[in-house]
């Protein structure tokens, strides 16, 4: 699971003491709420089906898939699914081909979700050899779903928008700089982008 309450609201405070912007946009948003995925193979396949379309559809194209095929939870169920099976439910054919490369690499043994490298890096590389998952995927799995506490999501859009927001910057920073900006937060990066996504969703206009 992702950080918890308290782990998340600990690191925050950390991050305040280093950087007092931080703690400005604690006072004007509070504390963000823990974001928990379930570690493992399910949260990944509904990554994958959740790429681009809305959370409702996503949603409705998960339970067809459960209705249709049985144990979601199980890779073996879309391993042995047929594409008409895949796409009656909702999954287009690049999908599809999505969720048998991810239950090939799981089933095989290939990628063990449970053992997963304790180095950030080599884990987002075992993550994103699975067709469909890059890099922001694989880094929102490990923050959300293993709780890794200095995962630094810095491509993410709203990331960049809302740390350039919280340091004073009117225009939108790179990745690259907004990466350069982190190094003085770590171990606690994970925590930064959680606030920046909270802060993000906060309605200014009241704040």
């Known amino acids: 699971m992702g950080l918890s ?5 600990a690191s925050i405070d950390a991050l305040a003491k280093v950087e007092p912007a931080f703690a400005a946009a604690v ?21 994958i089906v959740g790429q681009q379309v809305s ?16 144990d979601l939870t199980n890779p073996d169920t879309v391993a042995n699914a047929t594409d008409e099976e895949l796409r009656a439910a909702g999954l287009s054919r690049q ?15 290939r990628l063990d979700l449970a053992h997963l490298p304790e180095d ?4 987002i590389a075992a993550l994103t050899r699975i067709k ?36 004073g910057h009117a225009e939108r920073p790179s990745e690259k700089q907004v990466r350069a900006w ?12 959680i606030l920046a996504w909270h802060h993000y969703k906060t309605d200014m206009d009241v704040i």
Do not use: C, M
């Open 27 to 47: 006072k004007r948003a509070g504390y963000p709420e823990p974001r928990l995925r379930d570690r493992g193979y399910e949260t990944l396949l509904r990554t």
């Open 120 to 123: 950030d890096e080599e884990a």
């Open 132 to 167: 469909g998952i890059g890099r922001w995927s694989a880094e929102i799995y490990l923050l959300f779903a293993e709780g890794r506490p200095d995962i630094w999501p810095a491509g993410d859009l709203a990331v960049q928008i809302e740390i350039g927001r919280i340091l």
């Open 182 to 193: 982190s190094l003085p937060w770590s171990p606690h990066r994970g925590a930064a982008a």
């Open 55 to 70: 959370v409702a559809a996503a949603q409705s194209i998960w339970n067809k898939l459960a209705a249709g095929l049985g």
């Open 95 to 109: 999908k599809a081909g999505y969720a048998r490369s991810l239950a090939d690499e799981v089933t095989s043994g």
């Open 5 to 9: 309450e308290s782990q998340l609201k």
